[in-house]
């Protein structure tokens, strides 16, 4: 099929979804809370509630507590 044809069953791309699309990445894969609020001119956390739904939540891994570590060494 020729991209003209498929692109018609596709969504508009519209520059809100696209800027939404993109901090929902950073935010799943950890961007650094300040490098993203900088790049995407924000100036708070709170302006990123509204896409914290749309992040994946990731596994739960077993991960030792700073305190854990400091336990293990007695």
Same mark, same amino acid.
Request: proline share 3%.
């Given at each position: 099929?020729? /991209? @003209?044809?498929?692109?018609? !069953? /596709?969504?508009? @791309?519209? @520059?809100?979804? /696209?800027?939404?699309?993109? /901090?929902?990445? !950073?935010? @799943?894969?950890g961007t650094p809370l300040p490098t993203l609020l900088g790049a995407a001119g924000l100036t708070t956390v709170a302006a990123l509630e509204p896409f914290v739904p749309f992040v994946p939540s990731l596994p739960r891994l077993n991960v030792a507590t700073p305190w854990q570590v400091s336990n293990a060494s007695e």
């Open positions: 099929e020729t /991209l @003209a044809r498929v692109g018609k !069953h /596709l969504p508009r @791309a519209e @520059a809100s979804r /696209l800027r939404a699309t993109w /901090l929902v990445v !950073h935010l @799943a894969f």
